[in-house]
């Protein structure tokens, strides 16, 4: 049986007073995903920029992110999208209960390490946004 199973996460945050360039932001932001090994698109909305992200698969697992920069230099919101979408992924208490009993606890367990990787890699990149809005802020 193959399962075919994800989960979604929206974050955002928003700056204001801080006068950056968005164009240098969203460039930054793309640079960080080409760093940390992400096929990476950056395209140019009417009210920002758009950053679409994609790993490699590992272990079947994919991670796909959407950021949006949006605004304008004095007032902005940076949107975080992500969606991780694996074969034979684990969500439901009652599968993980079975998994277990019938021997497939290994992907119970690889699911949990799956996620803690996500958190922290989430963690990073808003972080990494943090460090950046202060670098880009101009007076």
Do not use: C
Not at 34 to 59: C, H, M
Not at 113 to 125: D, I, N, S, W, Y
């Amino acid at each position: 049986m193959t399962l075919s199973l994800g989960w979604l996460a929206k974050l955002r945050d928003q700056w204001i007073a801080k006068n950056v360039d968005l164009r240098a932001l969203s460039k930054q932001v793309e640079l960080f995903f080409t760093e940390n090994g992400f096929e990476t698109k950056l395209e140019e909305k009417p009210d920002g920029y758009k950053i679409r992200a994609a790993s490699q698969k590992v272990l079947d697992v994919q991670l796909k992110i959407d950021v949006e920069v949006l605004g304008h230099p004095n007032d902005f919101t940076v949107d975080y999208t992500a969606e991780e979408s694996a074969r034979g992924h684990l969500s439901s208490s009652v599968v993980k209960s079975l998994a277990w009993i019938f021997g497939g606890g290994i992907f119970v367990l690889k699911e949990e390490k799956v996620k803690e990787a996500l958190e922290k890699f989430e963690g990073t990149f808003w972080d990494f946004v943090d460090e950046k809005v202060a670098e880009l802020t101009r007076p």
